[in-house]
């Protein structure tokens, strides 16, 4: 699995890979994460872009999985541990 970070813009969100699946954490510039979510691959940088302007951000953090499964699990888990503010709670 393959982690990067990037600045919460149009050209950070350029710069991600789009060839796997991701877990992606949009955060505050504390490292707080304001919000989770995934995305399959081919489809990153249009997921995280549909978010500009919506959810608060300084950065985003991405993980790479091989599979949308072991993504999803992972997002569940770090919804119900960090209680991101803008995931609907209870994921």
Not at 43 to 49: D, F, M, Q
Request: hydrophobic content about 25%; overall charge positive; glycine content about 8%.
């Amino acid at each position: 699995m393959s982690t990067k970070k990037v600045k919460y813009t149009k050209q950070g969100i350029d710069q991600l890979p789009n060839d796997k699946p991701v877990l992606y954490r949009i955060e505050t510039e504390a490292g707080n994460p304001n919000y989770i979510g995934i995305a399959q691959r081919g489809w990153v940088r249009e997921r995280l872009s549909e978010h500009l302007g919506k959810i608060p951000g300084t950065t985003v953090r991405i993980e790479q999985f091989n599979d949308i499964k072991d993504a999803q699990k992972k997002e569940i888990n770090v919804i119900r541990r960090t209680q991101a503010k803008y995931n609907k709670q209870g994921k």
